[in-house]
């Protein structure tokens, strides 16, 4: 992810639902702004068979273990086949070990994420169905963020 805080230009990061906006956060934002409104994990659940975005919710992984317990708390009480789409901002690794049990529970291993590192995901809780992409550091991620795209089949 591109370093804001040395002048670095910030990249795009968007969730797109039938080609319409759901989400859009850059992966950082300028030092002079708030950048805890944005940073950390962003939940999308979505229903596939209405083709539209149910619930939005924000976690700040990085700088609240409390949020990461509440990510964690969110993805457990979550009904089984729920799809949801899972990303990040800014920086979002520091506190999510306190979610990584859950997020193994619905198919996404994001472990060996470490600091500035990227990911982007789109899961089915229980069947782990899921595609993850990942960048697990900080250079890695500036080259190549991490990003997906599925196709998400309802009746």
């Avoid at 939005?56 to 700088?63: E, K, L, Q, S, V």
Wanted: charged share 25%; with cysteine; net charge neutral.
């Amino acid at each position: 992810m591109p370093d804001c805080s040395k002048g670095e230009k910030p990249k795009l990061g968007y969730v797109k639902l039938n080609g319409t906006m759901i989400l859009n956060v850059p992966s950082c934002t300028p030092k002079t702004a708030n950048t805890d409104k944005d940073r950390g994990t962003h939940i999308q659940l979505i229903d596939p068979f209405a083709c539209t975005k149910t619930d939005n919710r924000h976690f700040d992984t990085y700088a609240s273990a409390q949020e990461a317990e509440q990510l964690r708390d969110y993805l457990e009480q979550l009904a089984d086949f729920s799809v949801i789409v899972g990303s990040m901002a800014d920086e979002a690794s520091h506190e999510l070990p306190s979610a990584h049990n859950a997020l193994l529970k619905v198919g996404v291993d994001l472990t060996d994420i470490k600091w500035k590192g990227s990911f982007a995901f789109v899961t089915q809780k229980s069947t782990n169905k899921t595609v993850l992409n990942k960048a697990v550091n900080a250079a890695v991620s500036r080259k190549s963020p991490a990003h997906v795209n599925a196709i998400i089949t309802g009746m």
